[in-house]
Structure formats: structure tokens, C-alpha cells
């Protein structure tokens, strides 16, 4: 299957700009080689999903360009389509492009790979009415999630880190009160993350046995931890070991309910959900993802 048409929906403001000199590369090298490609720049993420679903119905396949946010919010405009989305990852995070097969370093190599590539029918998260095709936080890292959004850190991978650190020295854990598939139970921790993608957080493998197409989240919680016990948690999750380690648990699910005794940022793709409780439930292969 050769791709003939894309329509690209560019974040303007991801990586401090770069995204839409990024996309007008790759567009550039996907009309040498014979594309077609509309290049659209959205205004936020409900146009964002407007955009895309404007192209979906017009049968290309369509771009995600900037970071995981505009990834969900695109991906809210195919959902229930047989249009095909591509992810161009140009963002702080880019969490979802590290579990898509697609060689992204040399940019006539990544356009051949969507044209070519095939594509797999994948799941998302529904937290409320917002897709989400990452992770869903709400705790410590979306504290730092917060805080990395409002501070002035560097607009890399390793700001979100650095939010962390800060945002430690002050946090007190949360009880939670979690209903999963219909089950309620009272976590007192530090973090709850539901996860459809093995990262977040840019780079960190939060939850490193997530499967895109298995029909399943993974939830995974932080218990109730003192900040010298948090650090290894937080160094390990650089490589997924974290879940191996004392007051860590995994599981795999189909739905949550989140609640906290106090109030506390909710996230999803790096993006801030109204305040909670939220319910996250699963959409098993809702979208045709390029690489994937």
C-alpha cells in the first residue's frame, strides 16, 4: 500500500516553534516523492480535533505534528473513521512516537515510512470525553506536569524531570479512593497513572508492560512513600525497574474511577483535564496508527 494523500495538523507553538519547520520539511520531501499534503496549523486542541476530522472524512491520512497533545486531540477527530493517523513527533515529550516503529532521524527515510508503512488498528483512553492515546496522572507527576507548564524550563524532555524535583521537597501524598472494573479500594500514595503507552513524562517508562493493541490499560500507583524512598522509584523509572520496587504496583484494567481527598491536578498527554474525579475507560482498536 502506497499512501497517496496526508493532510498534516501542526501544533505552531510545539518545540518553541520547531514543529512547523519540521513538518515543512517532511511535506517538502513527501511531494518530491509524489504525495499530496495539505498543511493545516491549529489554534488549540478543539480545532486541532476539527481539523482532523475534516481530513478524515476526506479520506487522507492525517498528520499529528507537535507533542502528545495534539497527538490525543487529532486522534479525537479520527476516532470511529477509517482514516489512518501518522505521528511527527515535534514536541517536549513525544512520548507516543517511542512505541511507533518509524525511522524519524533521516527525514526521507520517515517519509517513505508513511507512505509505505502498514498501520494497526490501536486502543485509546476516554478520560470523560477526552481522548487520550498516552496516559492519564494525577499525583506527584502531574504536580511536576503542572509546574513544568508554568515554570520557565527548558521546552526538552528533561524539564519534566527537573519539575519533579522541585515540586518533591514540598509534596504530601494523597488518599485515593479507585474503582476499577467495578471495585472500589482506598490508596493512600503518591501517584496514579492509567497508561495505554509504556511512557510519559518524556522518556520515563512509567509503565513498561502498556501494549497499544491489547485491549487493556495498565494501571499503575506509587504508595505511600517517603521522599528518600521516591528518588530510586523516580531514577528507575528511566528504564521501567521502578515496578519491581516495594509500595510500586501494576495491573492490567479496563476502567477507573480516580478520586482524591484533596484537590490535585489531573493530566492526560500532558495536557490539564477539569478537576476530578474523572473516569478512565478503554476503546479497544479505535484507530488505524501508521508504524504502530
Given amino acids: 500500500m502506497i499512501r497517496e494523500s496526508f493532510t498534516a495538523v501542526v501544533n505552531p507553538a510545539a518545540g518553541s516553534g520547531a514543529a512547523a519547520k519540521t513538518m515543512i520539511d517532511l511535506a517538502k520531501v513527501l511531494r518530491e516523492t509524489g504525495a499530496r499534503v495539505q498543511v493545516t496549523y491549529s489554534r488549540g486542541l478543539s480545532h486541532a480535533t476539527e481539523l482532523a476530522a475534516a481530513a478524515a472524512s476526506s479520506g487522507d491520512a492525517v498528520l499529528a505534528v507537535g507533542g502528545d497533545g495534539i497527538v490525543g486531540a487529532v486522534a479525537a477527530g479520527v476516532l470511529g473513521t477509517e482514516a489512518e493517523l501518522g505521528v511527527i513527533p515535534a514536541g517536549r515529550g513525544n512520548d507516543l512516537a517511542r512505541a511507533i516503529s518509524l525511522?524519524?532521524?533521516d527525514v526521507s527515510e520517515f517519509a517513505a515510512a508513511l507512505r509505505e508503512s502498514a498501520s494497526r488498528p490501536v486502543d485509546v483512553a476516554l478520560a470523560g470525553d477526552r481522548v487520550v492515546i498516552g496516559s492519564v496522572c494525577t499525583g506527584l507527576d502531574a504536580a511536576a506536569?503542572?509546574?513544568?507548564?508554568r515554570w520557565r524550563l527548558p521546552r526538552k524532555p528533561i524539564a519534566y524531570q527537573i519539575a519533579?524535583?522541585?515540586?518533591?521537597?514540598?509534596?504530601?501524598?494523597?488518599?485515593?479512593?479507585?474503582?476499577?472494573?467495578?471495585?472500589?479500594?482506598?490508596l493512600r500514595g503518591n501517584t496514579v497513572v492509567v497508561a495505554n503507552c509504556p511512557w510519559y513524562g518524556g522518556a520515563l517508562k512509567v509503565a513498561p508492560a502498556a501494549i497499544l493493541h491489547d485491549g487493556l490499560l495498565d494501571l499503575v500507583t506509587i504508595g505511600d512513600l517517603n521522599r528518600r524512598r521516591l528518588v530510586p522509584v523516580l531514577n528507575g523509572m528511566k528504564h521501567g525497574?521502578?515496578?519491581?520496587?516495594?509500595g510500586i504496583t501494576s495491573r492490567?484494567?479496563?476502567e477507573v474511577r480516580i478520586e482524591t481527598d484533596r484537590p490535585t491536578p489531573f493530566y492526560a498527554d500532558g495536557e490539564r483535564l477539569p478537576a476530578?474525579?474523572?473516569t478512565v475507560r478503554v476503546q479497544p482498536g479505535a484507530l488505524h496508527l501508521i508504524g504502530a
Fill in 252 to 254: 492490567q484494567i479496563r
Fill in 276 to 278: 476530578g474525579p474523572v
Fill in 145 to 149: 506536569n503542572d509546574a513544568a507548564n
Fill in 241 to 246: 525497574t521502578h515496578v519491581t520496587m516495594p
Fill in 103 to 105: 525511522p524519524r532521524d
Fill in 164 to 186: 519533579a524535583a522541585g515540586v518533591l521537597a514540598r509534596w504530601k501524598p494523597l488518599t485515593y479512593t479507585l474503582t476499577v472494573d467495578g471495585i472500589t479500594e482506598e
